[in-house]
């Protein structure tokens, strides 16, 4: 056998920790290797023309269905996307502006919140049991629900201070159910840090404040990183139950040039802005939980 062909390498003149170079796999596994793309392009290959036919079925039974035309006209006009468009993409950033000022008080409220949960200390216990009641509550209140009693609650009262912008409303809304989410996804993470990495900090001289910020926070949060994406996902498509309050975000804006054609399409148009934003974060959640996997795979082989 030619061992110059083998995808050993020699350690003999390496020193433990010493990378070592020179590797280069044998013709078998360049064969396994060639073999595994060949499969994976031909499965590619194979699912797309699934997906394509299955597709293109769905759209001949809706094309030869026998209300095509009127839902044609209603949900698929070309003038009336293009004429709405403008108006459309004026109130789909304001869902961004929404989506990005709630997003930073979640992932804040959420953090101290969970931290809260987690700690030991005999003297946060009326915070923990307040932290506790939140989650609980706000865990169980519909999103909608939640909206109209802030958006028209919250002005009742009459306080002084008290804001009175609708969009303004709805983001307290959405931080308010928003935020007992994320905090137990932070507690998770938090909890799935091994209690030796707060042991070997300790020994290393590190106080429980510098443990938490230096050794469990960074661990913990790559840990939750894709479930954090896939809720702020969904936060994003949540900012369109703000409508109910009367900003003008794209999904009002549909709603108003839809009641004033008497056609639909702008609600579509809607929903095509949403999946614009939504899709490429999807894709990236999923490739943050596969990196994650691999990471995990990785670990546990050493």
């Excluded at 931080?175 to 993470?189: D, I, P, Q, W």
Aim: charged share 20%.
């Amino acid at each position: 056998m030619d061992i110059g062909k083998t995808a050993v390498p020699d350690r003999s003149a390496t020193s433990p920790g010493t990378l070592v170079t020179g590797y280069r796999p044998s013709d078998h596994e360049r064969e396994r290797q060639r073999y595994r793309r060949s499969r994976k392009r031909r499965h590619t290959w194979l699912s797309t023309l699934c997906t394509l036919l299955g597709l293109v079925a769905v759209g001949a039974a809706a094309v030869a269905s026998p209300g095509w035309e009127r839902v044609d006209s209603l949900f698929f006009n070309g003038a009336e996307l293009r004429s709405a468009f403008p108006d459309l993409l004026r109130g789909f950033w304001l869902n961004i502006q929404m989506f990005l000022v709630a997003e930073v008080l979640i992932l804040v409220l959420g953090l101290l919140i969970a931290l809260v949960r987690v700690t030991r200390a005999p003297g946060l216990q009326p915070l923990r049991l307040a932290a506790t009641v939140y989650v609980d509550v706000f865990r169980g209140v519909p999103t909608l629900l939640l909206v109209f009693l802030v958006g028209f609650g919250l002005p009742a009262l009459q306080l002084q201070g008290t804001p009175s912008e609708p969009w303004i409303l709805g983001v307290i809304a959405l931080t308010l159910s928003y935020t007992a989410y994320v905090a137990e996804v932070f507690r998770a993470g938090l909890n799935s840090v091994h209690p030796a990495q707060r042991n070997a900090a300790r020994a290393l001289g590190l106080n429980e404040r510098q443990t938490v910020r230096h050794v469990v926070l960074p661990q913990a949060v790559r840990n939750v990183l894709p479930p954090l994406l896939n809720d702020f996902i969904a936060l994003q498509k949540d900012t369109a139950l703000v409508a109910v309050l009367g900003p003008l975000e794209a999904l009002r804006a549909a709603q108003i040039k839809a009641d004033y054609d008497f056609n639909y399409t702008p609600y579509l148009g809607a929903a095509l802005l949403f999946i614009a934003v939504t899709i490429p974060l999807t894709r990236f959640a999923d490739r943050l939980q596969r990196r994650a996997t691999q990471r995990t795979w990785a670990g546990a082989g050493q």
